[in-house]
């Protein structure tokens, strides 16, 4: 039977083409095979990166919330689902629904859970690291 | 030991080196479900269609760890009896073990090198490998390990081109400060200030592109270590190197992935010298 490991390979290697093909066409990899066409370009590698993030409004104060990890989610965790609901909510799909997960989650993970607006800020991260680096926002709603 | 024979015996050295490993990375699957699992319910967004009709909700804790210890238990039996139908199931649940914990919101694919191993495993029995010419097979089996850092690093080379040809004025890896930008840019999306310890390697920027490139060249070049053995020794320390650098340099943490790599690639023939004296030794205990 162990001759059966070449044809195993070849399936392998035939769904990972597959997943490169549908994922091109903007669909999602065929399970647990992958195109694996992972950092093709640096990141940042465009000069305009758009990305969503929480702020709270204190006043006049308006201040960038920074991840930090807690027990129960690590920085990753609050980038991929800040900007998961994010996009959903500045996309308009299924506003109202993905702005009570966004409220659900901001719960879980703050303390205090008022005055959190959403934002969508663009950057170029060639400048990163350089006194020139800025961020332009543009708030997208309340939560 | 020749190179076939050698190919062969490590192969059933990593036969047992991956049930053990397996029993370690299920008990990792574990902690992070406990973390995750104390999540909203709510915050449960499922990558792919098929693993909202297995696991419509995040998985209960009495669910999960039935599979975790089914899995365990079946990794413990195809250390005595090792067989084909099982070999297929562990490939099976592991695929499946790995849902809640990287297919939730998007899909991480530190876990695909694993179960891709398993996958690739499961005609390969270790007391079944006597045959002169049974080293193709595990040749196959490294093939389909490697192939996936191959395709990636293959796909640098075409990004590169792509962008160099349309010119699209984007950073490429070839361009000065590539690997410089990438760790800002990840470290930035992050929010973790960059370690100076960082900054100052990268401020020697032509010994970066030449890093760069051979990094590059290397990955590519990854499925050649299916074909001799003192490449794949090289091949499994580089891309040991290689996952470091990426969960220091660019926060992508690739976890048991590298610890897999080396367990499946390991040249456990170093130790074979050492095996025979200790059979020697007992042999002549026994007189």
């Not at chain 1, 609050?78 to 609901?85: E, N, Q, R, V």
């Not at chain 2, 490590?10 to 036969?15: G, P, Q, S």
């Not at chain 2, 270790?126 to 193709?136: I, M, T």
Request: net charge positive.
């Amino acid at each position: 039977m162990q001759k059966y490991t070449k044809y195993l390979f070849f399936i392998s290697l035939f769904l990972s083409f597959v997943s490169l093909y549908v994922m091109g066409k903007g669909g999602k990899e065929i399970y647990p095979f992958f195109s694996w066409k992972l950092f093709t370009s640096p990141s940042g590698n465009e000069k305009l990166e758009e990305q969503y993030r929480l702020y709270r409004i204190n006043g006049n104060d308006t201040i960038r919330l920074s991840y930090n990890a807690t027990e129960l989610y690590d920085q990753n965790n609050l980038g991929l689902i800040t900007s998961f609901y994010g996009r959903k909510i500045d996309n308009n799909e299924d506003r109202k629904d993905n702005i009570r997960k966004m409220k659900t989650f901001i719960k879980s993970y703050l303390s205090e859970d008022n005055n959190i607006f959403l934002y969508k800020e663009s950057f170029n991260p060639w400048e990163l690291g350089k006194p020139s680096f800025r961020i332009k926002k543009i708030q997208i709603t309340k939560l | 030991m020749k190179y076939k024979e050698l190919t062969v015996f490590n192969y059933k050295v990593a036969y047992y080196a991956m049930r053990i490993f397996g029993l370690y990375w299920l008990l990792m699957q574990y902690l992070d479900f406990r973390r995750i699992s104390q999540w909203p319910k709510e915050i449960y967004e499922p990558f792919l269609s098929i693993q909202r009709i297995i696991f419509p909700q995040y998985p209960s804790e009495i669910l999960y760890v039935s599979i975790l210890l089914i899995c365990a238990l079946l990794l413990i039996i195809t250390i005595f009896k090792q067989n084909y139908f099982l070999n297929f199931l562990i490939f099976l649940l592991i695929a499946i073990i790995n849902f809640p914990i990287s297919l939730n919101f998007s899909v991480g694919h530190n876990n695909h090198l694993i179960i891709i191993g398993f996958f690739m495993a499961i005609f390969l029995l270790s007391k079944n490998l006597n045959k002169e010419n049974d080293f193709k097979w595990v040749q196959y089996f490294y093939l389909g390990i490697l192939s996936t850092y191959s395709l990636a690093g293959i796909s640098k080379f075409v990004g590169v081109a792509k962008n160099l040809i349309l010119n699209t004025g984007k950073i490429t890896w070839i361009d000065k400060n590539a690997a410089k930008i990438n760790t800002l840019a990840n470290y930035w999306m992050a929010d973790i200030k960059v370690p100076d310890c960082i900054l100052n390697l990268y401020t020697y920027e032509n010994l970066w592109v030449l890093i760069t490139g051979f990094g590059i060249v290397a990955q590519a070049s990854c499925f050649l270590g299916a074909f001799n053995r003192k490449f794949l020794t090289f091949i499994m320390i580089f891309l040991y190197i290689f996952h470091w650098y990426t969960d220091f340099f660019i926060l992508a943490d690739f976890k048991d992935a590298k610890n897999f790599v080396l367990i499946t690639l390991f040249p456990y023939h170093i130790f074979y010298p050492l095996y025979l004296k200790f059979l020697n030794k007992k042999a002549i205990n026994h007189h």
